[in-house]
């Protein structure tokens, strides 16, 4: 699975617009970009993922380049409780072998009121 | 619904002594996964089960970790004669399947304190 880059920390004002850039330069054409979060003291949480266009569900849009180099995930109206660590995976889809998850360091992500 | 379960919440024990750890997928899910994330480290994989048999056991880190997975639904995850470096938060998920792009339902996870 391609290597993913993303920064360490980053701060929101609640009711922001939270963007969280990943980059995945190395992307084959087949990886899938993920991306999941984990609330301190939780299991982590699904929140999106695609292919190659972009995507929207009830809790985030995620924007992919057209070289699909990289990504953004974009938290349309940060709330307190979107405080967390947020995990950009790369990952191709074999059904035989799993879909195992490999994370990052992810990026720490602190909304203040 | 219910999510994925995972027991006990918490665990302290001595080194050397044997653990078992449960997770309780979420039901019909036929994919289930081991996880541990220790203090200031990322998640890495252990292992992975569809169904009852387990086609990659790559990340579990030595012989001493097992796991099975009975009835294509409840996993039990043992480390035996425990050291101190399994110290971590061990978390389960599980998937409706490997197919297409499934996403991985988590439970809680189970904090193991190795003394």
């Known amino acids: 699975d391609a290597k993913t880059t993303q920064p360490t920390s980053m701060d929101c004002a609640e009711g922001r617009a939270a963007n969280l850039p990943c980059n995945h330069s190395t992307i084959s054409g087949n990886e899938y970009v993920y991306w999941y979060r984990q609330i301190h003291s939780q299991g982590p949480q699904y929140i999106i993922h695609?292919?190659?266009n972009n995507e929207t569900n009830e809790m985030a849009s995620l924007i992919i380049t057209e070289d699909r180099k990289s990504s953004t995930l974009i938290l349309p109206h940060a709330t307190l409780r979107d405080t967390a660590v947020y995990y950009c995976?790369?990952?191709?889809?074999?059904?035989?072998?799993?879909?195992?998850?490999?994370f990052g360091g992810g990026t720490r992500v602190l909304v203040k009121p | 619904g219910a999510g994925v379960s995972q027991s006990p919440s918490n665990k302290v024990t001595e080194k050397g002594k044997d653990v078992e750890l449960r997770c309780d997928p979420i039901s019909g899910h036929t994919a289930l996964y081991w996880y541990r994330q220790s203090l200031g480290q990322g998640l890495e994989f252990l292992i992975y089960?569809?169904?009852?048999?387990?086609?990659?056991k790559s990340g579990l880190p030595s012989d001493r970790f097992s796991a099975e997975r009975t009835g294509g639904s409840v996993s039990t995850l043992t480390i035996q004669r425990t050291q101190q470096e399994d110290s971590a938060v061990y978390l389960c998920a599980s998937s409706p399947g490997t197919s297409g792009t499934n996403e991985q339902f988590f439970g809680p996870g189970t904090r193991l304190t190795v003394l």
């Open positions: 995976i790369v990952r191709v889809q074999i059904k035989a072998a799993g879909n195992k998850l490999t």
């Open positions: 695609g292919l190659k």
């Open positions: 089960f569809q169904g009852n048999s387990a086609p990659d």
